[in-house]
């Protein structure tokens, strides 16, 4: 099966602009997680999609939102660019185990995004 | 609120010894538990998980884990430690009753001397 996958994988933007990333979860995963990773914050979490809604929200300003289409590709969206959001932006995905709970997370190589 | 944490920032061991990079957590309910690992550049990749059964649980190139339920720790661990295990190592939690989320620990650096 082929992996997680995040598109692009290097992006440079400047202060006040948006950005969308993208990530495809391996074929039969429904639930996809997006993570923030910082040197100095470490990994934090941002939302996680399930079958098209979004199940849970880290805690992050309204200028981050995602979605999930019905393939199950997510996308993320940043507007209104700050310097704070240069970070590795990572995609998970998973399945669900027999009791509905969500399972081992499998992570695409991320985004790393630079604002300037 | 559910939480977890890794005590050491880096950890240096020489090759060929053991290697143990802590983990303790802290949840409401049952938990589950996971280590991560990330090379330079890469996305993490998952080495283990603790759900429910057997304490000690292994995963990934040799390593291991030890869920203690008393001590709310999950320490990974390996027998002989190789210059190639020189990574960032993440512990996380999921509480599976509660909201459901994952946390990451900060990671731990862990060094294999040679």
């Known amino acids: 099966k082929a992996g997680v996958t995040q598109t692009p994988r290097y992006l440079i933007k400047t202060r006040g602009q948006q950005v969308t990333l993208s990530c495809s979860p391996i074929s039969g995963h429904r639930s996809v997680s997006w993570y923030q990773q910082t040197p100095g914050q470490g990994l934090q979490f941002l939302f996680e999609?399930?079958?098209?809604?979004?199940?849970n929200k880290g805690n992050f300003p309204g200028r981050f939102s995602g979605r999930q289409f019905s393939n199950s590709r997510s996308e993320m969206n940043v507007s209104t660019l700050e310097l704070g959001d240069s970070a590795l932006y990572l995609c998970?995905?998973?399945?669900?185990?027999?009791?509905?709970?969500?399972?081992?997370?499998?992570f695409g190589p991320g985004t790393r995004l630079t604002v300037l | 609120a559910q939480s977890v944490a890794q005590p050491e920032d880096q950890v240096n061991v020489a090759e060929g010894n053991p290697l143990t990079v802590k983990c303790t957590y802290s949840v409401s309910g049952n938990p589950y538990l996971f280590w991560y690992v990330q090379y330079p550049n890469r996305g993490l990749q998952f080495l283990l998980k603790y759900i429910t059964g057997d304490n000690l649980v292994k995963g990934s190139y040799g390593f291991e884990a030890e869920f203690n339920k008393s001590q709310t720790s999950f320490h990974l661990k390996k027998p002989s430690a190789l210059v190639s295990d020189s990574a960032l190592y993440f512990c996380?939690?999921?509480?599976?009753?509660?909201?459901?989320?994952?946390?990451f620990g900060k990671g731990t650096r862990l060094h294999i001397l040679p």
């Open positions: 999609y399930f079958s098209e809604t979004q199940r």
């Open positions: 998970a995905s998973s399945s669900q185990t027999s009791g509905g709970a969500i399972d081992t997370q499998y």
């Open positions: 996380a939690v999921r509480d599976v009753r509660r909201d459901d989320k994952i946390i």
